[in-house]
């Protein structure tokens, strides 16, 4: 069982930045793929990136050249630095892991993932 905690969500004017942060607890050995989501009122879920194992990254188009996931392994620990944040970015950000699958970094497919933290907001103004 893993266990993951969102921080680092909130309110931002347009061109400003934040860094999420995500904690991963319990059965960590367990983890593969990790991934951050967002989805905004009235949208679909969204993968915004994902990070394997060995370090692959992928980014969905919108927020490439914008925002870099990473892993720290020794602190349990993922991050996403949002850069020049739009309010298009506005939404709900939740960080994920696939037990137990190994799933591609770009696969969008949410059900690969099994554990989810509990989100944080980001909400940019303009």
Not at 52 to 65: L, P
Request: proline letters at 3%; charged letters at 15%.
């Amino acid at each position: 069982q893993v266990q993951l905690v969102e921080s680092g969500g909130g309110l931002v004017q347009a061109g400003g930045s934040l860094r999420l942060s995500c904690a991963a607890s319990g059965s960590i050995f367990s983890i593969n793929t990790m991934a951050w989501y967002r989805q905004a009122p009235g949208k679909q879920r969204e993968l915004v990136a994902g990070i394997a194992n060995g370090g692959n990254t992928n980014y969905a188009d919108s927020v490439k050249g914008r925002f870099t996931i990473s892993r720290d392994k020794t602190k349990n620990m993922m991050y996403l630095e949002m850069n020049n944040l739009g309010p298009e970015d506005t939404a709900d950000y939740h960080c994920a892991t696939a037990v137990n699958r190994c799933p591609r970094p770009g696969d969008g497919n949410y059900r690969w993932y099994d554990a989810w933290g509990q989100g944080t907001q980001v909400t940019v103004s303009s």
